[in-house]
Every structure is written in C-alpha cells, then in structure tokens.
C-alpha cells in the first residue's frame, strides 16, 4: 500500500505511522525525522533546514520534493508518508513523480482534530533524541518521568513544541497544508477522513479499520 497521513500538526500522524507500519509492514517516510537526521548529521541540507524548522516555518518546496522523492525510490514495498505533502506544489510534484513510473497513491488518510486541542497536546509532547520514541506528559507517559522506556536516557522537548512555534504551525498548517486535501479531492483520490479528537487506541482502531478494507482489496 501506499499511503499519506495528513493532519495538522500533533495529530498524531507520528503515531499512527506506528501502527500502520506495525499492521501491514510498509516503510515509514516521515519528512521530519528525515530532516532531523540531517540535522543531527550537520549537512549541508540539515543546516539550511534549521533555521524554518526551528520557527515552525516550511523548508522551501524544492528542498522537500528532492529530498522525499530520492527517498522514496528505495521504498518498493510500499509506505506511508507522514509530513509530505504539505503543499499543493509538494503533493503535484509528488504524483507527477508516481505517475513517470506508473504509480498511484491508494489513500489519504486525513486525522482531524480542533485547534484549541492541538496547543496542549503539542507543548506536552516529549521525545527521546535517540530512538525517536515519543511520548505525552499527560496522556502517554513512560514509566520514569522524564527517561525513555528503551534505556536511552533523558527525554527532550523539541523547539518546535513550544507554544509560540505551535501557533505558528497552526497558522501555516491552515494556510498551506490544508489545502492539499482539497487538492487530492480534486484530483478523486480516496480520502479517509478520521476523528483524531478521541483516546489514541480509538484512533489506531479506525484508521486500521479503514485501511484493513483497502489491504483485502487489493
Ligand atoms: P514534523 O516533524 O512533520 O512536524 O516536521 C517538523 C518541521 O520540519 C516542520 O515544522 C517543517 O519546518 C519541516 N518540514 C517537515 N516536513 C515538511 C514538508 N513536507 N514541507 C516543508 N517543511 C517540512
């Protein structure tokens, strides 16, 4: 399957990727972790990517469709994008590069959730710097505070989780991502629109549900 989970920013999308990719055993292509990989290694492409990821800003289109289009090519079992497409521009350039080899995208998942629940979901967020586990100071707590589960030690807030950033994304998430949804409607894709307002297993629980219809077609 191929597949793109869409939603504003902590949405969970990180999280369903999980189990997605737990169920049916696609690759994982999360633009973020990409570009914080990059980061962590200093390239050229982390550094310049730095500055709009730290201020919640969008790296510019040409970064991302290169960076996720090379990406991509080594993933012949399918995968589930999460983070890309952000923009109309990322998601044309996307499907122009399918098409060239035949394929297609078989789903958009969409997870919705309201604004005013996405401030305290995001600023609660913590992740490990290692292995990339992420948790919820509420909600998904591990077992030490403030230690990750998998024995790699202190948890870190990421600097684009606080308040004022999250605002920021909010804005941008409204200004330019959610248009690609429209953009896939137009262009009769099939679209899952999921409630993400609701406990994360009830959310894993639909998205599977949804997606085990598309896998028994197939
Ligand atoms: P994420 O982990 O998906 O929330 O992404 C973290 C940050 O990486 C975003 O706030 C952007 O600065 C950058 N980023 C990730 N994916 C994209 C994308 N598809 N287009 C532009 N910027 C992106």
Redesign the pocket.
């Given at each position: 399957m191929r597949l793109i989970l869409l939603g504003p920013?902590g949405a969970g999308k990180g999280t369903q990727c999980k189990h997605v990719v737990d169920k049916y055993g696609m690759k994982h292509m999360?633009?973020?972790d990409i570009?914080r990989a990059e980061r962590a290694a200093g390239s050229d492409l982390g550094k310049s990517a730095q500055g709009?990821?730290d201020s919640?800003?969008?790296?510019p289109d040409d970064v991302?469709i290169g960076m996720m289009i090379g990406a991509m090519k080594d993933a012949t079992g399918g995968y589930v994008l999460d983070?890309?497409?952000?923009?109309v521009a990322?998601g044309e350039a996307l499907d122009k590069a399918l098409s060239a080899v035949g394929e297609k995208i078989d789903a958009i998942v969409n997870l919705q959730v309201p604004d005013e629940v996405i401030d305290a979901r995001m600023t609660g967020r913590r992740s490990c710097p290692k292995c990339g586990q992420v948790y919820h100071i509420l909600n998904m707590k591990p077992a030490v505070e403030g230690q990750c589960d998998n024995g790699c030690g202190e948890l870190v807030q990421r600097a684009?989780d606080t308040s004022e950033v999250v605002a920021n994304?909010l804005k941008i998430y409204h200004e330019q991502t959610a248009a690609v949804v429209g953009y896939y409607e137009g262009t009769g894709s099939l679209i899952i629109n999921v409630d993400a307002n609701q406990a994360v297993d009830d959310v894993t629980a639909s998205v599977l549900g949804e997606l085990d219809k598309i896998d028994q077609a197939e």
């Amino acid at each position: 399957m191929r597949l793109i989970l869409l939603g504003p920013p902590g949405a969970g999308k990180g999280t369903q990727c999980k189990h997605v990719v737990d169920k049916y055993g696609m690759k994982h292509m999360s633009s973020g972790d990409i570009l914080r990989a990059e980061r962590a290694a200093g390239s050229d492409l982390g550094k310049s990517a730095q500055g709009y990821m730290d201020s919640g800003k969008l790296v510019p289109d040409d970064v991302i469709i290169g960076m996720m289009i090379g990406a991509m090519k080594d993933a012949t079992g399918g995968y589930v994008l999460d983070g890309f497409p952000r923009t109309v521009a990322q998601g044309e350039a996307l499907d122009k590069a399918l098409s060239a080899v035949g394929e297609k995208i078989d789903a958009i998942v969409n997870l919705q959730v309201p604004d005013e629940v996405i401030d305290a979901r995001m600023t609660g967020r913590r992740s490990c710097p290692k292995c990339g586990q992420v948790y919820h100071i509420l909600n998904m707590k591990p077992a030490v505070e403030g230690q990750c589960d998998n024995g790699c030690g202190e948890l870190v807030q990421r600097a684009d989780d606080t308040s004022e950033v999250v605002a920021n994304r909010l804005k941008i998430y409204h200004e330019q991502t959610a248009a690609v949804v429209g953009y896939y409607e137009g262009t009769g894709s099939l679209i899952i629109n999921v409630d993400a307002n609701q406990a994360v297993d009830d959310v894993t629980a639909s998205v599977l549900g949804e997606l085990d219809k598309i896998d028994q077609a197939e």
